[in-house]
């Protein structure tokens, strides 16, 4: 394979516009271009929390998936009609979500995004993650945007929610329970 970017900066995008992967080009700020954007902002969250040493195997083998799913994700909203995203990437999530959530204590009260290096930086990606899904949403109203990838990022909000949880206790051993005022 030859290099996918031999020169990083085209000029192409200084008045404004960017090229999607179809080679037609759109302003910079389009709901795709958003869309999009903000999956890869959720990315580079996720490799936050990847860099954090010390991670659970489990919890570093499940977000390095993740991070390869969220790439893919960006390439199908970047061409349209394209599609990478399938429901066996949902059902992936939700099996993972279940092994980390099963052996946690239930719920009784909100926590607070923190309790180590690692978790909050998971609730960090949690919350960019739920953002994507918005703008995600946001796009369905205007352009076609497979229901695989929308529901995708549903699921993966909440896997970050759990194994937010998850770090909290591998770090600190408890997580920060909101108190009510």
């Not at 570093?60 to 061409?79: K, M, N, P, W, Y």
Request: hydrophobic share 40%; with cysteine; glycine share 8%.
């Amino acid at each position: 394979m030859g290099n996918r970017l031999s020169k990083i900066y085209t000029r192409t995008g200084d008045e404004g516009s960017t090229g999607l992967g179809d080679g037609s080009r759109v302003p910079k700020d389009s709901l795709r271009v958003e869309a999009y954007g903000t999956v890869d902002e959720a990315n580079s969250a996720v490799g936050i929390v990847l860099a954090v040493p010390g991670l659970p195997d489990p919890v570093r083998s499940c977000l390095t998936a993740v991070q390869h799913d969220l790439f893919d994700l960006g390439g199908e909203l970047s061409i349209p009609g394209h599609r990478m995203i399938t429901p066996a990437h949902a059902a992936r999530l939700e099996k993972e979500l279940d092994a980390f959530n099963d052996p946690l204590p239930p719920l009784r009260e909100f926590i607070l995004p923190g309790g180590g290096p690692a978790a909050a930086a998971c609730h960090l990606a949690r919350t960019i993650c739920r953002r994507a899904e918005r703008n995600c949403w946001s796009l369905a109203r205007q352009e076609p945007v497979s229901p695989d990838a929308l529901i995708y990022l549903n699921r993966l909000s909440d896997l970050l929610f759990v194994i937010a949880r998850v770090l909290a206790r591998h770090e600190s051993g408890s997580e920060v329970l909101w108190r009510r005022s």
